[in-house]
């Protein structure tokens, strides 16, 4: 008996040492250093277990490096790190993964994370819907990591200032929805091709939107519910960008100027105001690459003060501007036109004056209908 259980304890020592990633402790600073997998027997040291006669050491930790050498994290591997405020992720050639479905960071208190590289999970050690941290206040994103996966800081309702990286190319499904706190201007890095739906959904604070040229998909209630979003500009793109699904990726979100300088194209606008979109939207500007403004974009914008057409328009499509009451700018028909919808200007009661230039081939029923005070003028 004597034999076997030394030979037990032989043998756990040996898988013990066979560990070889390291996690060592320096005036706050716990480094996660090495090659291969963390052993949660690693970590023993520092939290309460019978080896070490359950001393806690966790509150002595301010400050967690990953180094780029580690391959993945195990559950639960930093939980109640209660003093922990600042965390960096470093560079590695590969995803770092985080096993299991428990949170690795569940119960700390991380402020500061610095994120340089991409990480893999099934339940997101970050998210605050699950247990995990919510005390994150800021992020930045280093320029190695490409994707940001889906609910990666959902629900991190402290968040307040994010920097994008310039390699990221994809931003996924509720990523950062629940950023309640979030007052940084959300300017998408160029090289973004996708972002999700509800990436930003409920991003209260955040103040303005830049959407690159690169981005060729937005999906359902991206930006939705961002009550503080008063500026948003769609750079140019060569292709037109899709805004998915029929749910308003702009819905209950109070844009109040928009610069429009691509092509869009939708199931349902997303900034039309009759299914739930914005209609606090007082000032467009069209840019001279946009070619189309398609069927219903702009219907029932009931703030809509001022339109700037670009030089570069073709058609105005049915009900583009169809209740937009407060339009008090005068309709200047950029010269290129040749199509104006049905009903395109319905009930633009408040614009002046109308200039209809010779481009313009065919106008459709009602289109400036109701339009009361409005004096024509035809080159």
Do not use: H
Request: include cysteine; proline fraction near 3%; glycine fraction near 12%.
């Amino acid at each position: 008996m004597t034999s076997n259980l030394a030979d037990m304890l032989a043998g756990w020592k040996s898988n013990n040492n066979s560990c070889s990633v390291t996690a060592k402790l320096n005036g706050g600073t716990l480094v996660i250093d090495g090659a291969g997998a963390l052993c949660n027997d690693v970590l023993d040291e520092y939290r309460p277990n019978f080896n070490n006669g359950y001393t806690d050491r966790r509150s002595e930790i301010t400050t967690l490096i990953i180094r780029g050498g580690v391959t993945s994290i195990p559950a639960s591997a930093f939980s109640n790190y209660t003093n922990l405020n600042n965390v960096t992720i470093e560079y590695g050639n590969t995803a770092l993964v985080f096993e299991s479905n428990y949170q690795a960071f569940s119960g700390s208190s991380i402020g500061n994370l610095k994120l340089r590289r991409n990480i893999s999970y099934y339940v997101s050690p970050f998210q605050g819907s699950y247990g995990g941290t919510t005390s994150l206040t800021s992020l930045e994103i280093g320029n190695s990591v490409t994707s940001i996966n889906d609910n990666c800081f959902r629900n991190c309702n402290e968040l307040e200032t994010v920097n994008f990286g310039s390699g990221l190319t994809s931003i996924g499904y509720n990523a950062f929805s629940g950023c309640s706190s979030l007052a940084s201007p959300l300017n998408i890095p160029n090289g973004v091709t996708n972002i999700g739906s509800s990436a930003f959904y409920n991003c209260s604070s955040a103040p303005s939107l830049i959407i690159p040229g690169s981005v060729e998909t937005i999906g359902s209630s991206a930006f939705s519910n961002c009550t503080s979003l008063n500026g948003v500009t769609i750079e140019y793109g060569n292709t037109a960008l899709v805004f998915e699904s029929n749910y308003q990726a702009f819905s209950g979100s109070s844009i109040g100027s928009l610069k429009l300088r691509r092509n869009i194209s939708y199931y349902v606008s997303p900034f039309q105001g009759g299914y739930g979109g914005t209609t606090s939207l007082t000032s467009l500007e069209i840019g001279n690459s946009v070619t189309s403004i398609n069927d219903n974009c702009f219907r029932n914008c009931n703030e809509l003060e001022t339109v700037n057409f670009g030089i570069g328009l073709t058609s105005i499509g049915y009900n583009a501007f169809s209740g937009c009451s407060s339009l008090a700018s005068p309709l200047n028909i950029p010269d290129g036109v040749t199509s104006i919808g049905s009903s395109a200007f319905y009930n633009c009661s408040s614009a002046p004056s109308l200039i209809i230039p010779g481009s313009v081939e065919t106008i459709g029923s009602s289109a400036f209908a109701n339009g009361r005070g409005i004096n024509l003028m035809l080159f």
